[in-house]
């Protein structure tokens, strides 16, 4: 067989079978009860939070400085405001800034 004779095939599948598939997927999860996911926190994000538990919530400012481009916003934006959520939680004045051109304003 053929990638041609399998693309035909495809092809001809009946769409109302293709979107039943497709509903059943998305369907799915919402109520099978999958086991959980194990989440391994890194040895630098320990690091970073056991730093800001060490700041005194009456002490100086922490200094964060966020130098990334537009690019690797999607990635890095979660974990920026996960670190000051942390630090509000703690009562923990912050300083933000960005010396990147490209950066965040």
């Given amino acids: 067989m053929t990638v041609r ?3 035909t095939w495809m092809q001809s599948i ?3 079978i293709i979107y039943t598939f497709v509903f059943v997927a998305v369907t799915l999860p919402f109520y099978v009860d999958w086991p959980p996911i194990r989440i ?3 040895r630098e994000v320990e690091d970073l939070y056991q730093v ?3 700041i005194p919530p009456d002490g100086n400012p922490l200094l964060i400085s966020f130098d990334y481009d537009p690019a690797s ?7 920026a ?3 000051l959520r942390h630090c509000f939680s703690r009562d923990i004045r912050v300083l933000v800034i960005s010396l990147q051109y490209t ?3």
Avoid: N
């Fill in 14 to 16: 009946d769409r109302r």
């Fill in 73 to 79: 916003e999607a990635e890095l934006t979660p974990m």
């Fill in 52 to 54: 800001i538990d060490a």
């Fill in 81 to 83: 405001e996960a670190a």
């Fill in 5 to 7: 004779d399998i693309i």
């Fill in 103 to 105: 950066g965040q304003g």
């Fill in 40 to 42: 391994d926190v890194s």
